[in-house]
């Protein structure tokens, strides 16, 4: 059984910064791409970022170009997504998901990061971004 878990969400004020982990356990980051998305109240859910270390590649919405940053740490089977100059508009539940295969990340640029594309889904951290 695969699991991903999220955490590292809070509260911070605006222009701060938080760094958001996602653990997988029953398989390992080879093969596969790792997508983070978020929901806000009212809103679909939105594919900020994905990345592959099997065929290498990243993914960031415009949303969150120039301020967010993925990672992995193969060692210990970590994605992690550090969050820099938060805003408002951020606030939102963040989830981590496992696409089966790398091309998903690959096109994201093109077809754009589809919740449709990830099979497993961590259950979500809050973040909030507040004055």
């Known amino acids: 059984q695969v699991q991903l878990v999220e955490s590292g969400g809070g509260t911070v004020q605006p222009g701060g910064s938080l760094r958001l982990s996602c653990r997988i356990s029953?398989?390992?980051?080879?093969?596969?791409?790792i997508g983070w998305f978020r929901q806000a109240p009212g809103k679909e859910r939105e594919g900020i970022s994905c990345?592959?270390?099997?065929?290498?590649?990243?993914y960031y919405a415009d949303s969150v170009k120039g301020r967010f940053t993925i990672s992995t740490d193969n060692s210990s089977d970590t994605v992690y997504l550090q969050m820099n100059n938060l805003q408002p508009e951020d606030t939102g539940i963040y989830y981590c998901a496992a696409a089966q295969h790398w091309s998903h990340c690959t096109l994201a640029p093109v077809t754009g990061l589809r919740t449709v594309e990830h099979d497993i889904w961590g259950q979500g951290t809050q973040v909030s971004v507040s004055a």
């Open positions: 029953g398989a390992t980051l080879d093969g596969h791409a």
């Open positions: 990345i592959s270390d099997s065929h290498p590649s990243l």
